[in-house]
């Protein structure tokens, strides 16, 4: 893989890392919600919630590297793009 030299580059990166921690996030949570088992809920739970610590931190490095440039908005729906033919499920 080749280096990121641009900061700007390094921070899209991280910020789209961002809002991939925050979906996994979102499905291990929701994972838990579903499953009776307790040693796995707890599981799914603790994995979830590092996720979310992971995209707070990830956010906060990105928005710390690019003060001045602004994130597109479209970002999260450029990574999200359901394809024709494709499906997103969880379970």
Do not use: W
């Not at 994972?31 to 590092?50: C, E, G, M, T």
Request: proline share 3%; with cysteine; hydrophobic share 45%.
């Amino acid at each position: 893989m080749a280096k990121i030299k641009q900061e700007s580059d390094v921070a899209d990166f991280l910020y789209c890392a961002c809002i991939l921690e925050e979906r996994a996030y979102l499905l291990y949570k929701n994972l838990a919600d579903k499953v009776d088992l307790p040693l796995i809920n707890s599981l799914l739970l603790h994995i979830a919630y590092d996720s979310q610590k992971h995209s707070v931190i990830l956010k906060g490095i990105s928005k710390s590297i690019a003060k001045a440039k602004k994130i597109p908005k479209n970002r999260e729906k450029e990574l999200f793009l359901v394809h024709p033919g494709r499906q997103l499920s969880i379970l």
